[in-house]
Nanobody
Framework: QVQVVESGGGLVQAGGSLRLSCTTS????????MGWFRQAPGQEREGVSC????????YYADSVKGRFTISRDNAKNTMYLQMNTLKPEDTAMYYC??????????????????????WGQGTQVTVSS
């Protein structure tokens, strides 16, 4: 069975940093573009970042550009999200997801939740002011 598991969330003060990790099993990790999404209470799920199978192409939401960095280590079946200069508005449940490898990856589609085949259960990030 496919499993997607996030870790690394927690409580941090504004201006601080966290690194989220996502580890998968039951799939060929380097076949899949991978993405991070987040959802705050009462809000829609939004795309945070996405990375191609090789790590050579990345996308970021405008709200996190310059502060967050996505990366992956295919030898470890693991994806990361380094989050720096955190703000209270970054508070959300963060989800890791594996994107359908058949679909083209582009600036206009990377953030669409329906294009992602497998999802983790989420890890909570809370940024205090």
């Amino acid at each position: 069975q496919v499993q997607v598991v996030e870790s690394g969330g927690g409580l941090v003060q504004a201006g601080g940093s966290l690194r989220l990790s996502c580890t998968t099993s039951g799939l060929t990790f380097d076949d899949y573009p991978m993405g991070w999404f987040r959802q705050a209470p009462g809000q829609e799920r939004e795309g945070v970042s996405c990375i191609s199978w090789s790590g050579g192409t990345t996308y970021y939401a405008d709200s996190v550009k310059g502060r967050f960095t996505i990366s992956r280590d295919n030898a470890k079946n693991t994806m990361y999200l380094q989050m720096n200069t955190l703000k209270p508005e970054d508070t959300a449940m963060y989800y890791c997801a594996a994107r359908d490898p058949i679909l083209p990856l582009s600036a206009g589609t990377w953030y669409v939740p329906a294009n992602f085949r497998y999802w983790g259960q989420g890890t909570q990030v809370t940024v205090s002011s």
